[in-house]
């Protein structure tokens, strides 16, 4: 089956690495469910100017949960807020209802905000991950730090 090819390509590699990291285009389609089979955690960024992004929390959460109904072992290990600007109305009315969806689903949300700059349009531009980014601009040493105390919190 289609679902399964990544699976059993990566298999054979699990027991050389300590993480793997996949990220997964922003719906539930074939390329993500076949994530989801081979995963253990999710850590799923959520847009906060982007009222959208909360709705696709709604169908993650039902497809992992039909996943593992189907013996699947995946769990949410933090949801992120991302492009924060609490500046933004949108920011301030998304924030309060992720935090009402995630209590209502008890999913796990992550304290560390990855705040809107620059420097990530930069990066994608340059086609080089923002922890790579050799800039000297206070926005990107921000936006980097925010990174740092993303992964020493997850």
Known sequence: MGVF??????????????????????????????????????VCPVKMGDSNALRGISRLTQTVEKLNRRGAQVGFKSLVRVECDPVQLSYRL?????????????L????????????W????????PLILLDERGRGTREAQAD??????EL
């Open 5 to 42: 090819k990544l699976k059993d390509a990566l298999e054979p590699l699990f027991a050389q690495y300590d993480r793997v990291l996949m990220d997964c285009p922003p719906n539930v389609g074939e390329l993500t469910v076949s994530a989801l089979l081979v995963a253990n955690e999710i």
């Open 94 to 106: 998304n924030r309060d209802a992720l935090r009402r969806l995630a209590r209502r689903l008890k």
């Open 108 to 119: 796990p949300v992550a304290r560390t905000e990855l705040r809107a700059r620059a420097a």
């Open 121 to 128: 349009r930069t990066a994608i531009t340059q086609d080089v």
């Open 147 to 152: 990174v740092h105390r993303l992964a020493r």
